[in-house]
C-alpha cells in the first residue's frame, strides 16, 4: 500500500515529528511503500522526494508575500498535486501542516478521491494558538466559545497582531475544510479526544491511538551518573520555571538538554537563583540523546499545558527511567504514580521537589524505571500500535490490508 505522510518537518524538531518518523519507518517495515510530503527547509533529512517538497513562507521575499503563504501555499497546492500525479496513493497520514504547508493541500487529497487521516498533536482544531494556555494559564475560552477570545486575550505573544494572524488562519482553515476534508482524526490521549469533542467534533470521527515506542531497539541500563534529566524543548509552558527553582537547594545535578524561545531566559534564572547543579547542554538526539537519558537516574517531565501523549514520557521509560511528571492533560495515561515515577500538580515547586528527592535514591528509582520498562513493552509496543493504525486506516477504506 502507498501512504503518503505528510508534516511540516522532514527532522526531528519536537515530539510530533519524532512521532512522524517513527510511524513511517514501522509502516516501511510492514512493507508498505511510504512516501514522506514536508515543507523544503535545510534542515530537512536526505527525501528521494525532496523534488516535491515546496517552499514556505519562511523562505519569502518579504513580510507580506510570506504572511500571505502563511495563509494559503499554492506552491503547496502544486506539489502535492504534482505528487499525486507522479504516485497512486492509497492513504493519506497528515500530522502538523499548518502554517508551512497550509490547509492549501486538503482539496487535492480530495479531489484525488484518497482517504484522509489525521494525528492530532496538539489543540489547534479548538484553539487558535495550539496550547489551551493564555499568559501562562489554562484556557478553555475558545473550545466551547468564540476563537475571537484569542484576540480579545492576545493570546499569541501578548500581541494583538500576532493573535489576529493567528485566528484568521483558524477561521480560514476550518472554511478550507481543516475538519470537513479529513475522513478520521486520531487523538494521541483520551483527553485530547475529550477536548477536541467538546470543541465540537464529532465523536465517531476521532479516535484514541497513544504513541508507540520501540523499547527492543532501546538498551536499558541500571547503572547512573546521579543526575536528573530535563529532554525537550525549553518553552514556558514546558515548565521550566518551576523546575529550576524546584532545584534549588537539591542535592542533585538537574541536565537540560534542548533548544527553545525560553533558553536565555532559563539560564538568567538559573543564575538569579545561583543554581551551581544546573547545567545546559544544548540540543541532543540520536546516540547523544540516548546516552543520556541512560546515564540519567530519573527524567522529568514537569509541563504547565495540556500535553497529550509525550513522546519524552515514552522514551524515558522505554529507557528504564522513572519519571517524575505533571498530573496534566494525557500524561497521567502514561506515568501511573508510585510505580513507574511520580506524578505532581503543576507548578507545585514544592511538590516537584519532594518527588525528585524520592528518586534521588538509586534502588526506588532503578525499581520504578524497571517497572515503566515493563509498561512501556506491554502497552505502547510497536505491534500494539500497528494494528491500531491499521484498523483506524480500514474503518475509512475498508479494503486496506493489513499487508502491502
Not at 516535491?52 to 513562507?57: A, I, L, Q, S
Not at 472554511?175 to 483520551?190: A, N, P, Q, T
Not at 504514580?337 to 506524578?343: A, E, H, I, S, V
Request: charge should be positive; charged fraction near 25%; aromatic fraction near 8%.
Amino acid at each position: 500500500m502507498n501512504i503518503m505522510q505528510v508534516s511540516q518537518n522532514y527532522f526531528v524538531s519536537g515530539g510530533s515529528d519524532t512521532y512522524f518518523f517513527a510511524v513511517s519507518s514501522l509502516l516501511s517495515e510492514r512493507n508498505h511503500n511510504v512516501i514522506p510530503f514536508s515543507a523544503y527547509n535545510e534542515k530537512n533529512l536526505p527525501s528521494k522526494w525532496a523534488r516535491y517538497f515546496p517552499k514556505t513562507y519562511k523562505e519569502a521575499p518579504n513580510k507580506a508575500v510570506g504572511l500571505v503563504k502563511y495563509f494559503y501555499s499554492n506552491e503547496s497546492r502544486r506539489s502535492i498535486t504534482e505528487l499525486l500525479r507522479a504516485e497512486k496513493i492509497d492513504m493519506a497520514h497528515l500530522h502538523i501542516y499548518y502554517g508551512s504547508l497550509t490547509s492549501s493541500i486538503l482539496e487535492p487529497l480530495k479531489q484525488a478521491n484518497i482517504p484522509v487521516v489525521q494525528t492530532l498533536h496538539e489543540y489547534k482544531l479548538v484553539c487558535p494558538v495550539y496550547t489551551l494556555e493564555n499568559h501562562g494559564n489554562l484556557c478553555n475560552k475558545c473550545v466551547t466559545g468564540s476563537s475571537l477570545n484569542g484576540i480579545i486575550h492576545r493570546c499569541k505573544n501578548g500581541s494583538l497582531m500576532d493573535s489576529t494572524i493567528r485566528v484568521a488562519e483558524n477561521g480560514l482553515s476550518r472554511m478550507l475544510g481543516d475538519v470537513r476534508l479529513v475522513d478520521k482524526f486520531i487523538s494521541v490521549s483520551d483527553f485530547h479526544r475529550r477536548k477536541m469533542i467538546e470543541g465540537g467534533i464529532q465523536e465517531q470521527k476521532i479516535v484514541t491511538v497513544h504513541n508507540f515506542i520501540d523499547a527492543d531497539a532501546i538498551e536499558c541500563s541500571d547503572e547512573d551518573e546521579a543526575y536528573a534529566l530535563y529532554f525537550g524543548r525549553i518553552e514556558k509552558v514546558k515548565g521550566i520555571q518551576t523546575l529550576l527553582r524546584a532545584f534549588k537547594n537539591l542535592p542533585l545535578k538537574l541536565v537540560m538538554a534542548g533548544e527553545g524561545s525560553a533558553l536565555g531566559y532559563s539560564r538568567e534564572l538559573a543564575a538569579d537563583l545561583q543554581l551551581n547543579n544546573v547545567e545546559f547542554v544544548g540540543f541532543k538526539n540520536g546516540s547523544q540523546l540516548h546516552r543520556l537519558i541512560r546515564q540519567a537516574r530519573f527524567c522529568i517531565v514537569p509541563s504547565e499545558w495540556y500535553e497529550n501523549c509525550p513522546m519524552a514520557v515514552l522514551e524515558a521509560m522505554a529507557h528504564g527511567k522513572a519519571v517524575v511528571a505533571s498530573n496534566i492533560g494525557g500524561i497521567p495515561e502514561l506515568v501511573r504514580n508510585g510505580t513507574d515515577g511520580y506524578l505532581f500538580e503543576p507548578k507545585s515547586v514544592e511538590q516537584l521537589r519532594d518527588c525528585c528527592l524520592k528518586l534521588s535514591m538509586r534502588s526506588r528509582a532503578r525499581e520504578m524505571g524497571h517497572n515503566a520498562r515493563k509498561h512501556v513493552e506491554a502497552d505502547f509496543s510497536k505491534s500494539a500500535h500497528y494494528q491500531k493504525i491499521m484498523d483506524v486506516y480500514k474503518s475509512i477504506s475498508p479494503e486496506i490490508s493489513m499487508n502491502a
